[in-house]
């Protein structure tokens, strides 16, 4: 049986039709799938282009195909192509395929209408919360108090309405959007960590005078507060405190970004890296650091802090989504308060013992998301889905 995978992500195509991403859900993300499915069907955005440069990855190949969504970026473009989108979208998909939909996602919604009226039982990855995604700062757009609205109610009843669910939080997201009572449901991460993403427990000198702090996230929206780290560390700096700051990620509110540091007079201090592709080159980056720091105004399950406590880095975290469920309290802060941050940075940095404790307790964590440990659950839910198909199906044979 083939499952179709509906998601928001943006991948590129080129000339020769070949997918490819440079950040995530490359071909090796979607063997996942092939432990239940014969065939992955993607439906996703893709942005033609005539070539690549370094660093990218293939998405389709044997077993694995694309379907081309018309690229948009932002609610008001994918409001002009939404009637192409609908019909794309309705069009990948043929009775007799399993469906899963990784959500929020505005692609998937039209399909999700369909699949209702037809009946049609389909499966739901929650791995991000639009309450969140929309809440005030982290978005900026003159709609977003009706978009935050709308597209948490929206998810709230895909969930009621789908025969299995998925969430990428232990309790988060469930709590927020809970699924029907007879509805199959469990949790898992994204993250899959192999044996090489582990690191070792570090230890930490009283006699250290500079501090390397890393943070790892897009900078296409101002929800992961790169700002509010950038006013933490000149607030540190103002204290006395020798730090620098790498920057991995990249998007269009970097000249922003660069402009308040600037401003800030911390142009030596902050060194925008860019985006690396995954794997080695982002861990090479973690293990140059001594504090992991994402002051989030909203999360859903932050992969990245979960491969830099593989790495047994110290994490610094905000209150928000699921990052309570990776830190204990003492390690985060509210979200958008750099002066908390800073205090919060300083008290970490400046106790050596607590750094390493916070490093082995970190290590210990990340093992919760061993791929030995997460396929068993991720695997009972895609056959509860593919089994839910097949019943639908023999309903339906006359």
Partial sequence: MQVTVVLEHRFVQTQDGATWTKIAF?????????????????IARALAVEALSSGWQRVDGERV??????????????????????RVVREAFRPGQAVIMRMSSPIAAPLETYLRQMEYPYGLEV???????????????????????????????????????????????????????????????????????????????QTATMFTLIIVGTIDQPYKAHDVLIDALGISSQRGLNLRLLVVGDGRNRLALEQQVRQLGLSSNVFFLGQLPAGTPVREQLDLADLFVLPSRYEGLPRAMIEAMARGLPCIGSTVGGIPELLPPEDMVPPGDAVALADKIHEVLSDPQRMCRMSARNLKKAREYHEDVLRERRIEFYQYVREKTEEWIARNAH
């Avoid at 490359?26 to 993607?42: E, M, P, T």
Wanted: one cysteine or more; proline letters at 6%.
């Fill in 65 to 86: 195909s694309f379907a081309a969504v018309p690229h948009y970026i932002g609610p008001w473009q994918y409001l002009r192509k939404r009637f192409t989108i609908q």
């Fill in 26 to 42: 490359a071909n090796s993300f979607w063997q996942r799938y092939l432990d239940v499915f014969d065939h992955v069907r993607i």
């Fill in 127 to 205: 791995v991000g919360d639009p309450y969140g995604t929309f809440s005030s700062g982290a978005v900026k757009h003159p709609l977003r108090p009706f978009f935050r609205w709308w597209f948490s109610r929206q998810l709230r009843e895909q969930c009621m309405r789908s025969a299995a669910v998925a969430y990428v939080t232990q309790q988060a997201l469930q709590k927020r959007y809970p699924p029907a009572l007879d509805a199959f449901s469990t949790h898992y991460s994204s993250i899959e960590l192999k044996n090489t993403d582990f690191g070792a427990a570090r230890e930490f000198e």
